[in-house]
């Protein structure tokens, strides 16, 4: 089921992005089938397989990819596959004998995705990192926080996932559409640092404009407004404002009952602060849930801070069936949402088999087993 079905991608074991590429082609009905190199090294801090949730709706297959018979079944299921995913270091694998060189040169139609930090060239590509370095290069990180504050780290989203994965998935699937047209694999190189600079193309239209010109913490968008902020409540929960067009404000304003003639106008930012005193006060005056009664629902663009353990019971979330239980474990459903090639079930991390998975190759696991 699902849009990418048929599709068939082999993905190295990594970490953050590559999983994360490999969930979402699989949650589009690709069949995935995950390689792990059995001579790995450590990819981060073990967990129990069940709660791997981004390993979902695909097997895993161990070789020891130090040893020639494993390297040539692994050639033998990219003779069949439609697209590669890897996240090692460059270099990595052509000393394996798995390089974009001979994989093309076996199928000339692969889409070879690699998702790296740095990228497969310049100064720093052969360099370790994670998320914060690889958003701190590209200006993201530098315009993250409060006025006065150090910049705040966004959890890993902005590099491994916005800037890594989801653009390593974009470039897959565009690689294998011009593969069917043309005949012509090519690689895909997703590095996180372009991705996350990628992603920061609006901001920086901001700043030419004109529209981000304060310090971090003092623009519109990054806190500075007291009409894009967050403000707690009585029972010291927190609720959300991002009433950005004037419509929008004005709706807030009359369900707050706040005569705007009595304040500095929206767009006046030396009014901004007397704005926050006013909007903390009011807000510090009920709990969260009155707020809701109030806002929710409205023009006012407003939301309660949900933690992770709240969100799937909000009536919004439980309409859209947007989180759904995997293998006994509550988690996000697929997205997007498609009419016409409708999305399976997620399936458990651990209850794809290899027998299964290789049959989309029309193979068994007796003509991999090394």
Known sequence: ????AGVKILEFT???????AGMLLADMGATVLRIDRATAADLGVPMAQEHEFT???RALLKLDLKRPEAIA???RLIDGADALIEGFRPGVMERLGLGPEVCLGRNPKLAYGRVTGWGQQGPLAQGAGHDLNYIALTGALHAIGRAGQKPTPPLNLVGDYGGGALY????LLAAIIAARTTGVGQVVDAAM???ALSLMTPIYAMQAGGRLSAPRGENQLDSGAYYYEVYECADGQFISLAPIEAKFHAELLRLLEIDPASMPAQRERDGWAAWKEVLTARFLTRTRDDWCRILEGSDACFAPVL???????HPHNQAREAFIEVGGHRQPAPAPRFGSTP???PRAPGSVSVAETLAAWNLSPDDVAV
């Open 193 to 195: 640092v372009d991705g």
């Open 307 to 313: 933690s992770m353990a709240e969100a799937h019971r």
């Open 55 to 57: 390993h979902r709706s």
């Open 73 to 75: 079944r692994v050639l």
């Open 14 to 20: 990594g970490i953050g992005p590559a999983p994360m």
């Open 168 to 171: 390593l998935v974009t470039g």
């Open 343 to 345: 999305l399976g079930r």
């Open 1 to 4: 089921m699902g849009p990418l």
